[in-house]
T-cell receptor, first 116, second 108 residues
Framework: DAGVIQSPRHEVTEMGQEVTLRCKPI?????LFWYRQTMMRGLELLIY????????DSGMPEDRFSAKMPNASFSTLKIQPSEPRDSAVYFC??????????????FGPGTRLTVL | EDQVTQSPEALRLQEGESSSLNCSYT??????LFWYRQDPGKGPEFLFT???AGEEKEKERLKATLTKKESFLHITAPKPEDSATYLC?????????FGPGTSLSVIP
């Protein structure tokens, strides 16, 4: 298996632009998680899905952030409009079991986002 | 307030010099504690899950233990390839909280 796939790996954009990050989870996994990692705040859970359904989006910082999972093999995290403080590494992870109690999450390589 | 702290922030060891990393937590209703390893430029890699006080897990040179308020990751006779940032995470009800990590450097 190729593992969790994320694209793009790097994204540089200007403030105000729309940014879309993409994730393909491991086939057969039932949960998908979006995280953000910064030096100041560490790794933060933004939202997670069970069987393609958003369960908890309380970590999404603002209404500018939205996430979708139209099917079991694809998810997007969109930021519109983007701001410099959104600059971070965004990770997608998937887990075989549903919910946070699954424990073992497989992380993708991340997307490094820079908003100028 | 739910919180996870890790110490030390950074640790430098000589190859073969055993040591321990600490993860302390204050959360309501612990569901599980997880240890991850993160190499520079990569996503975290799962190591262990601990669910109850007294539980221990081992993998190669690593051993994780759990008490009611903290967890330790013991590294026995580390090698340079063990150099990485080690993250612990705590699941409490419907949220997971990651600690800031310990950056480990093992010098040959």
């Amino acid at each position: 298996d190729a593992g969790v796939i994320q694209s793009p790996r790097h994204e540089v954009t200007e403030m105000g632009q729309e940014v879309t990050l993409r994730c393909k989870p491991i086939s057969g996994h039932n949960s998908l998680f979006w995280y953000r990692q910064t030096m100041m705040r560490g790794l933060e859970l933004l939202i997670y899905f069970n069987n393609n359904v958003p369960i908890d989006d309380s970590g999404m910082p603002e209404d500018r952030f939205s996430a979708k999972m139209p099917n079991a093999s694809f998810s997007t995290l969109k930021i519109q409009p983007s701001e410099p403080r959104d600059s971070a590494v965004y990770f997608c992870a998937s887990s075989l079991l549903t919910g946070l109690a699954g424990g073992e999450q497989f992380f993708g390589p991340g997307t490094r986002l820079t908003v100028l | 307030e739910d919180q996870v702290t890790q110490s030390p922030e950074a640790l430098r060891l000589q190859e073969g010099e055993s040591s321990s990393l600490n993860c302390s937590y204050t959360v309501s209703g612990l569901r599980g504690l997880f240890w991850y390893r993160q190499d520079p430029g990569k996503g975290p890699e799962f190591l262990f899950t601990l669910y109850s006080a007294g539980e221990e897990k081992e993998k190669e040179r690593l051993k994780a233990t759990l008490t009611k308020k903290e967890s330790f990751l013991h590294i026995t006779a580390p090698k340079p390839e063990d150099s990485a940032t080690y993250l612990c995470a705590v699941q409490a009800y419907d949220k997971v909280i990651f600690g800031p990590g310990t950056s480990l450097s093992v010098i040959p």
